[in-house]
């Protein structure tokens, strides 16, 4: 067992800044870094899904934790994401961050083959037995094999490396099923979730914490609700997860995963670039109007001035003209026999 200190907090999952030729804006990625740290994140996670770790070249994975290790300077802890190709390279990539000072890796389930629990079992074996620094689980079974409780379990019972697990699915009974099983047996595991639409019940449930990509554009207000939720203000925090719901489903939902965020940043006076997932004409006329909407949800919140021209004040409701309605719709319907 890792006497280390347990996973906790918002570690956020972030954009990599491109310069105009698609490589890596190195000095926007250390502005960037200092700009969360400052807004009280509590960690990063680099070469995650929001990160677009696939779209990037090993040597380039490797490159974006050493500016990351080097600017962050030991602030906060670093989760580096390796997962590469096969257990080889992926060991290859866990060794390399273990040399930069990271705190642990997060490695995802094994994607594209489908593979069964057995499976899943010896991959993150082989990955444990042969890892100098401590192993965060990834599961996302929407895009890589799923991590089912009994295979959590074991693996946290038989590889001490095995520090916790990063559950993207969303899945609250299943998240609570894992707690109640490994919490007794280790104390010193993770639980972290990567679903920002359920920050707030994961919390209460026992979770840790989150690697949450809306904390990469709003970090102040998902470390607000990390604050509230744990200090039992659950009024405050409910009205808050509610109100980050509408941006985080805006920005995952209306544009291709991860360009909403790449166009909040911008918003954010973060200069994220154009990523590298070639764009349709429509896509951009598209991602033009998202910015938009983004930008007066961030006005809401007193994060940024309104776009020109404002936003759409939705109209005022008055109570009693929806009971006038009412009454009348169930004059009409007893006049007519139907109640």
């Known amino acids: 067992m890792t006497d280390k200190k347990r996973l906790t907090g918002i570690f956020t999952p972030n954009v990599v800044p491109l310069d105009d030729r698609g490589g890596i804006n190195e000095a926007e990625l250390r502005r960037y870094v200092d700009w969360l740290i400052e807004r009280g994140v509590h960690g990063l996670y680099p070469n995650g899904s929001t990160g677009e770790f696939t779209r990037f070249t090993a040597e380039e994975r490797r490159r ?18 390796a997962a590469e190709a096969n257990t080889r390279e992926t060991i290859r990539a866990c060794e390399r961050y ?12 094994p994607f ?9 079992y010896a991959y993150f074996k082989e990955i444990a037995d042969h890892s100098p620094i401590d192993v965060t689980l990834y599961n996302i079974p929407m895009f890589a094999s799923p991590i089912d409780v009994p295979t959590v379990t074991r693996l946290a019972e038989e590889c001490p490396k095995v520090v916790g697990i990063k559950d993207s699915s969303g899945d609250l009974p299943q998240m609570m099923r894992m707690i109640a099983a490994i919490r007794p047996r280790r104390p010193d595991f993770s639980f972290l979730t990567g679903w920002d639409a359920a920050l707030m019940p994961m919390l209460l449930i026992g979770c840790d914490g989150g690697t949450n990509a809306t904390s990469g554009v709003v970090p102040e207000i998902t470390r607000k609700l990390y604050d ?3 200090a039992g203000r659950l009024d405050q925090a409910r009205d808050l997860q ?10 995952l939902y209306s544009a291709e995963f991860p360009e909403g965020f790449r166009a909040a940043l911008k918003l954010r006076g973060i200069q994220a670039g154009v990523g590298r997932q ?3 004409e429509v896509q951009k006329l598209e991602l033009d109007k998202l910015s938009r909407a983004l930008q007066c949800m961030l006005a809401a919140e007193g994060i940024t ?8 004040v939705p109209p005022s409701i008055d109570p009693e003209q929806v009971a006038r309605i ?14």
């Open 64 to 81: 974006i934790i050493e500016i990351m290790t080097d600017q962050t300077a030991g602030r906060v802890p670093i989760l580096a994401g």
């Open 98 to 109: 273990h040399e930069l000072g990271a705190r642990a890796v997060a490695i995802v389930s």
């Open 112 to 120: 594209y083959y489908r593979l069964t629990p057995a499976g899943v």
């Open 228 to 230: 509230l939720t744990l």
């Open 242 to 251: 509610y109100r980050l719901l509408t941006l985080f489903d805006a920005m």
């Open 278 to 280: 070639p764009k349709s």
């Open 305 to 312: 001035g309104e776009p020109v021209g404002g936003c759409a």
């Open 326 to 339: 009412v009454r009348d719709v169930v004059g009409e319907l007893r006049k007519r026999g139907s109640i």
